[in-house]
C-alpha cells in the first residue's frame, strides 16, 4: 500500500510571523486558530506530540505519520534507521517566514536533550527561499568567544555586538549544529530540516513584549549549559548547482541534504536504506512510481516510503531539496 505521500500542513500563528506563507506557497488553514497575517510555521512532516501529521493523499489519507511509522517499520523508514530509532520518526520538516526577527536562541544537543526533556536535540539547516533587501540570518558570533565574555554581553544587553549577522539571498543554506546561537531575521523565508524536537533555548528576544506588555520566557538559566563556545565558524554551506543531479550540500548523522534543479526527467534508485523526502523550493515536479504520480509545486513536501526502490522525477523546471537518514 505504500507510495509517495503528501501530508496537510500544521499551520503555526507566531508572534513574528507574516503572510508569505499564505503569499508564496497557499498555506490557508480551516483552522479557526490560524491567523494568516502572523502565519510563522507550515510543519510539512512531523511527529512531534500533539502536532502529527496526517496523510493527505491516497488510499491512506487521514492515517498519521505515526502510525505509518508503527505499522509499516522498516518498509517505512529503512531498516537501518528502524534499527536506530524505532518507532520515532527522526526529522521535522518546515516551511519558515520571519516577517520579524526571530529570538536569538540555541537548541541542546542529543545528551542534554534527552536528559532534560525526553527528546531528540536539535541540529538543523537552513535553505534561504526568498529575502527581502538587506535581510539577515544570525549565526554564531563574529570571531572567538568564551563562556565569560558572552555571559559579560548578556548582562550589559549588549549581546548582539558579538553575534554573526550574514545578509542572505535566495539559496543561501546553513547548517546549524545544536549548540551554536542563531536567529532568523525579519524578512526571510527559508525551508528548515530539522531532527525532531521543539526543544527551543531563548536567550535575548529584542526586549519584544506582547499586547499585554508581557515578555517571552528567556531560558538563560539552563541555556549555558547547552552552548558549544569551541564550535569553528564552518555553518556556511557551499555547494554545486549541476542540473538533473544530486548536489551534496549537508550531511551530519542525523540527516543528508541534497540539491537537486531539475529541467528534464531523472531517475531516481533509492541506495539509502532510508525513507526520501522532497522539499520544492521552486517550480514543479512530478514523482511517479510504477504508473502512478503525484505533483508537488513549490512550498510543498512529499515523502518516499524506503521500500520504494525506484521512482522518476519529472519536470521542465524545478528545485528541489532531496533529504534522507
Known amino acids: 500500500m505504500l507510495y509517495p505521500l503528501k501530508f496537510q500542513p ?194 535575548y528576544d529584542w526586549d519584544r513584549v506582547d499586547d499585554e506588555g508581557n515578555g517571552r520566557e528567556l531560558h538563560n538559566d539552563i541555556a549555558i549549559d547547552a552552548f558549544d563556545f569551541e564550535m569553528e565558524n564552518d555553518f556556511r554551506v557551499d555547494y554545486q548547482k549541476e542540473k538533473n543531479v544530486s548536489n551534496d550540500m549537508v550531511s551530519c548523522p542525523f540527516f543528508t541534504t541534497n540539491f537537486m534543479e531539475l529541467t528534464s526527467d531523472l531517475d531516481i534508485e533509492n541506495t539509502h536504506d532510508s525513507f526520501m523526502i522532497y522539499m520544492c523550493v521552486d517550480g514543479d515536479v512530478e514523482v511517479s512510481v510504477a504508473g502512478s504520480s503525484e505533483r508537488i509545486s513549490k512550498g510543498e513536501t512529499i515523502l518516499i516510503p524506503a521500500k520504494i526502490r525506484n521512482f522518476k522525477l519529472k519536470s521542465s523546471y524545478g528545485k528541489l531539496l532531496e533529504v534522507y537518514v
Open 10 to 203: 500544521i499551520l503555526k500563528d507566531k508572534i513574528w510571523g507574516g503572510e508569505k506563507l499564505n503569499q508564496h506557497f497557499n498555506k490557508n488553514s480551516n483552522s479557526k486558530n490560524s491567523n494568516s497575517k502572523n502565519l510563522g510555521e507550515s510543519w510539512e512532516i512531523s511527529t512531534v506530540p500533539n502536532d502529527i501529521s496526517v496523510v493527505s493523499n491516497g488510499e491512506l489519507k487521514g492515517e498519521s505519520l505515526q502510525d505509518l511509522v508503527n505499522n509499516y517499520k522498516s518498509a517505512f523508514l529503512g531498516e537501518k534507521n528502524w534499527d536506530r530509532f524505532g518507532n520515532e520518526f527522526p526529522l521535522l520538516i518546515k516551511f519558515i517566514d520571519a516577517k520579524e526577527d526571530l529570538s536569538i536562541q540555541l537548541h541542546p544537543n542529543d545528551e542534554l536533550a534527552k536528559k532534560r526533556h525526553n527528546s531528540f536535540g536539535k541540529t538543523e539547516m537552513w535553505y534561504v527561499m526568498q529575502a527581502d533587501k538587506n535581510a539577515n540570518l544570525i549565526v554564531g558570533f563574529k570571531g572567538e568567544v568564551d563562556k565569560a565574555t558572552y555571559l559579560e554581553h548578556l548582562e550589559n544587553n549588549t549581546l548582539t555586538e558579538i553575534l554573526n549577522f550574514d545578509t542572505v539571498k535566495e539559496g543561501d543554506t546553513y547548517f546549524i549544529e545544536a549548540g551554536r546561537v542563531h536567529a532568523i531575521g525579519a524578512g526571510v523565508l527559508l525551508a528548515e530540516i530539522q531532527q525532531t524536537s521543539d526543544v527551543t533555548y531563548r536567550v
